[in-house]
Each structure stands twice: as C-alpha cells, then as structure tokens.
C-alpha cells in the first residue's frame, strides 16, 4: 500500500458539458469502451498498489452507483456523498470530507483515460516533497470536429500552461485559455525569479494531483475558494514567488507572521507538515533574521506525461473520441474485447477489429458494424447497418435501420428502416419505423 498518499476520486460531477448523455445517469456511470467512465481510474490505482480509495459521489445516485461497483475491484471502495442539488466545485466537496482525510493527497477526476503508471508520479513525489503535483498530458489526442447532435465543430478546451524546463518542471502558470482575451497577464514575482521559461497550450491537464495535507486546512478556512483547478492552484503557484520577512526563530517553527498583511496566507498553514519543516532546518541559515520567501515553503511541480494514452471525457468531443480510440489502445485491450463471448452473432455478420460488442447482445443476419462500440444486451435485427457510432446498454434495433455517427442511450427502441445521422438519442426514446434524423438532432428525456 502506498501509506504515505491518500487516493481520492470527484465523482460528483453532474457533466453539465454533457448533458444530452447525463440526464439520465450519473456522469461516472457513463461507459466508455462498455464500462463505466469510474472503472478506469479505480484500476489505475489498483495497479499501482493502492489498497482503498474514496470516492466523491452524488447522494442521489447512490444506490445506483454501489450497484455498478459491487464486487467489480480488489481495492477497498469508500464511497462518500455530496449534496446533487447544490452547486459544488470540487474544493467544496473536498471541504465536506476533511475529517476523512488523513495524509496527503492524490487526487483523481472520474472521466480521465490513461494507461499512465502512478508509481512515475509517487516517485516524484517521494524526492521532491512538492506542495502540488500535476500530471500533464504532452500527447495531444483530441482534434476540433464535428460531434452528435452539435452545429459545427467541437471546440478543444485548452489551458495555458508555463513552467521552468530547467527547475525540474516548476509550475508558473496553468489558467484556462477562456479565461483570457488577447492579453495574458504574468505576475511580476514570476518574472523575476524565472526569466526564462515555456508557456503550452497544446499539453492537457489531467485533473490527476498530488496536494500536501496542510493545504486542506487552508481550503477549510478559504470557503470562497470553489474549485480546485480554476482557484486552489493558482493560488498555490503564485504563492511560490511571494516575499516575507520573518526571523529565525520563526523559520524554524515553520510558521511566519507577515507585518504587511495581517490576513491569514496560504503559507501560515504550512507549520502543519513535518517533513518540510525538517527539511528546512537542515537548510536554515545562522543569520537571525532575512527576508524569507515562501518559496522555500511551496513549490508547485509538473509532472509530464509523453505517448501516453490520454483522453478526458468531460465533453462529448472527448467522449466520442475515446470511445473510438479505445479499442485499439492498451487502455482498451486489457479489459475490453472486440466480441464478448456472451454475445451473439449470427453468420454473415460483418464486424471490424475496432468495434467493441457488448455482453449478451444479439445481432441479426447481413448487418455491418463498423468503428462502433455496442452495449451490452442489445438487440439488432437482420440488415443493420451501423457505422461511427456508439450504441449503449438494451437498445432494440429493428431490420434494415442505419446509424451514422450517432450516439444511443440506454434503452432506446428504433423501428424497423430508420435512419439516424449525426444525432444524440436520449434515453427511452422511440423512433418510428421509417423515420429519419439527419444532422444535429437531439432527442432528450430528463429522469433526474
């Protein structure tokens, strides 16, 4: 067991960017490659040895989510709720769980894909001792696109992402690209103590840190501070820089009182963390008093990850692309196989080697499947033809219906001869028989 981190997963999301998928379940629920999106990260932490893991999820869908993760892993699954009808970032929720909270932290968002190696990360940790961790993704997966049930193409959600190349990857700067119109400010302390560095708009936030424990009592004082990424770490990173005066004898009891600023700092809740404090004496000088900066006290570090699988599903660009990616990756090919063996399939049935068929399913005579994944229990008649598309669980395809770069919800029952282009299909929704959607449509049942 990895006893000096604590593995937490956000998955109380309510995919707002994907709402014509999550109506109807919870956004960890949804499934990528025919299983829930949470399933990925909890087998990433498996894999690197950790024993338990709590998991942030909405009190609303928690029977619902029990049932999907009941006896599926070997690793301890701690479920805790967070309020569905209330607006919460993910550093409200983190708040609400403090008393849970033990060591520091290696916080996971539920909708990233990765075949990355968490022990690359541990180890980091382990030498540096760094405040914050993030993992960045190198490997750019996502192309702007068209997407179901969308005009134009899908817009890719970058960020703005500098670091010192030379400094072991220290963190300046990770805003979103949104945030920003033509000028992007850069905070004075940067510039000076770092003239020289890279700014990325290419590389991918993973939503996977690592976070000191002492930060959290910081979050439990700052209650205006809502989400981790958009305030938590700014903050963190221009704290790198900032100067203060305090003594000696104050620098060894890792605790300084600023003479300007009388308001609790950031850094006045690092006296809690021992190992730093230690580390600090060994370095502290003789002399009895000097100006300090906290850049002694936090450093932000980032950790990049290169040809690695790497997709975030927090959008349907996303979520259609790791669907199609999947199959073929090492993410995909350990848990996945092109035909479940529960399934069946009749003769004279084409099906290519990047489709994904689902347990139980029954597909008729003369139907073609092509770069689809299908779920499980799914009934498709003779002359089916679906392409570019991802069907979900206990949909009912009549004979002779098309499906073209589409996705289908739960549920779903199409007549016989309908065709479907370029379309979003809600859950439990009925397409009559010859009936046509072609381009952007988007049928929707809200259940929530």
Not at 64 to 93: C, H, Y
Not at 325 to 335: I, K, N, V
Not at 396 to 409: A, F, H, K
Not at 421 to 436: E, F, M, S, T, Y
């Amino acid at each position: 067991m990895v006893h000096e981190l604590q593995a937490i997963i956000f998955a109380a999301g309510k995919g707002s960017r994907i709402t014509e998928l999550s109506c109807s379940m919870p956004k960890c629920l949804l499934p990528v490659g025919n299983e829930p999106i949470i399933f990925y990260p909890i087998r990433m932490l498996q894999k690197a040895n950790f024993k338990e893991v709590t998991i942030i999820i909405p009190d609303i869908f928690e029977e619902m989510i029990e049932r999907a993760l009941f006896n599926k892993f070997q690793i301890d699954l701690k479920l805790v709720t967070v309020p569905f009808n209330k607006d919460m970032g993910t550093a409200d929720s983190l708040r609400l769980i403090e008393n849970k909270i033990h060591n520091d932290m290696l916080l996971i968002s539920c909708d990233i894909l990765t075949d990355f190696d968490l022990l690359h990360l541990i180890n980091l940790y382990r030498i540096y001792n760094p405040t914050l961790t993030v993992v960045l993704s190198t490997n750019s997966m996502l192309n702007e696109g068209s997407v179901p049930g969308k005009k134009g193409k899908g817009k890719i959600e970058r960020d703005l992402i500098g670091f010192e190349v030379k400094d072991k990857n220290k963190l300046l700067f990770l805003n979103s690209e949104a945030d920003f119109e033509e000028e992007v400010p850069f905070h004075k302390s940067i510039l000076r103590n770092c003239p020289q560095f890279e700014v990325h708009t290419d590389y991918l936030d993973t939503h996977i840190y690592v976070l000191k424990k002492w930060v959290l009592k910081f979050l439990v004082n700052q209650k205006n501070i809502s989400s981790i990424k958009g305030e938590l770490i700014p903050i963190l990173i221009r704290k790198q820089f900032s100067k203060r005066l305090c003594n000696q004898k104050e620098m060894n009891s890792g605790f300084a009182t600023s003479s300007i600023d009388v308001k609790p700092l950031v850094t006045d809740y690092f006296k809690n963390d021992e190992i730093t404090i230690a580390l600090q004496k060994l370095e502290s000088s003789s002399k009895s008093e000097k100006a300090c900066t906290s850049e002694n006290k936090i450093e932000c570090l980032a950790y990049l990850m290169k040809e690695n699988f790497c997709i975030r599903t927090n959008h349907l660009l996303g979520y259609v692309e790791a669907n199609r990616r999947l199959p073929s990756s090492s993410t995909g090919s350990e848990y996945s196989t092109p035909k479940s063996p529960a399934s069946k399939v009749l003769d004279k049935v084409q099906i290519g080697n990047d489709c994904l068929i689902g347990n139980g399913t029954k597909i008729g005579e003369r139907s073609a499947i092509k770069k689809s994944v299908i779920g499980s229990n799914c009934n498709l008649g003779e002359k089916v033809k679906i392409a570019n598309s991802i069907i979900m669980d206990n949909v009912v395809i009549e004979e002779g219906c098309n499906i073209q770069g589409s996705i289908v919800c739960n549920g779903v029952y199409m007549n016989h001869n309908a065709e479907i282009k370029d379309c979003v299909i809600g859950a439990k929704q009925k397409i009559v028989a010859l009936g046509k959607l072609k381009v952007n449509a988007t049928l929707m049942k809200f259940e929530i």
